[in-house]
């Protein structure tokens, strides 16, 4: 009989496949999900694996616990006086920004479902994904003031964008936390929903998104993404592009055949 292996940690993150809707669950639920180097690991390698396969139309990024990810695990940062400083230019060289820029160049919806505080970079990770869905008790926290740092994992470029620049001053500088509800008014996220239906209604958004046609909906979220730096005339040009390129997806013509015939469509994300 093998013996049980009684040091094996659990894993970081876990994996679920639901038909073409992948759940990633951020699993430190005692460190408040907070971000160690196995839990970047993992989490990058699940997001690069929903990237790269073909069945993943949709992903819901989510967490275990009260909460949904306090940032950085400061238990890896402390030192004592006069110990050398670690570069933390490397971590977001190596771990954060190749996350966010893995989110947001993925090439299908990400939800994230937030059942707890977001703060620090967890909190823009949440705001990095297409469709943030919060619990009536999360709250998100640019907490890095607090500690003499600034807003990574793109909340310099995010926040204003989402609650414009007098606001995101205020809750970076203050590091005012932003309860769900008033996260939902301001136009920070999409929706607070009450906390014991998050899961549900996450799932019944993801599992919409996975029938929808993805390579439109790829297009969609490039394009919004890029109208914030590209000039009105580079984005008639885009728009031409990916027309262009979806007027000859399978999902388009199954789309209009669909819409003649009355029925509802098939897509398949070709
Ligand atoms: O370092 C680099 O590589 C650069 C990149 C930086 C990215 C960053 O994210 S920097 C920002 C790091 N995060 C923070 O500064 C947030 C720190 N945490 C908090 O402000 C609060 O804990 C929360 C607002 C998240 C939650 O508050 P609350 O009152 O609900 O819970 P709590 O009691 O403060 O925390 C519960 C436990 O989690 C507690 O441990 P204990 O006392 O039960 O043993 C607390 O120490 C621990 N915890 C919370 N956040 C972290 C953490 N432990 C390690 N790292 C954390 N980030």
């Not at 971590?91 to 939800?111: C, D, G, H, Q």
């Not at 996450?202 to 394009?223: F, H, S």
């Not at 040009?237 to 789309?255: K, T």
Request: proline share 5%; with cysteine.
């Amino acid at each position: 009989m093998a013996l049980e292996d009684r040091t094996a940690q659990p894993s970081p993150v876990l994996v679920e496949h639901r038909g073409s809707l992948t759940l990633l669950t951020l699993n430190r639920p005692d460190k408040l999900n907070s971000f160690n180097e196995a839990q970047h690991r993992a989490l990058k390698a699940a997001v690069d694996a929903a990237a790269a396969s073909d069945t993943c139309r949709a992903i819901i990024l989510t967490a275990a616990g009260r909460g949904f990810c306090a940032g950085q695990d400061l238990s890896d940062r402390v030192r004592p006086e006069g110990g050398t400083a670690p570069d933390l230019g490397e971590t977001l060289e190596k771990f954060y920004n190749p996350l966010i820029r893995a989110i947001r160049a993925m090439p299908k919806p990400v939800i994230a479902a937030v059942n707890g505080v977001a703060a620090g970079a967890g909190a823009n990770l949440a705001l990095a994904c297409d469709l943030v869905l919060a619990g009536r008790s999360a709250r998100f926290v640019q907490a890095f003031s607090k500690i003499g740092l600034i807003p990574d994992s793109g909340g310099t470029w995010m926040l204003p964008r989402l609650v414009g620049e007098a606001r995101a001053k205020a809750l970076t500088m203050l590091a005012i936390p932003v309860p769900a509800e008033e996260a939902e008014r301001i136009g920070m996220i999409y929706r607070a929903v009450n906390d014991d239906t998050l899961m549900s209604e996450a799932i019944a958004l993801g599992e919409a998104l996975a029938k929808a046609p993805t390579r439109g909906l790829a297009e969609t979220k490039q394009l919004l993404q890029q109208a914030f730096t590209h000039s009105f005339d580079q984005q008639l040009d885009g728009e031409r592009d990916a027309q262009r390129r979806l007027g000859r997806s399978a999902d388009y013509a199954e789309g209009v055949r669909a819409f003649m015939e009355k029925r509802e469509a098939a897509f398949r994300g070709q």
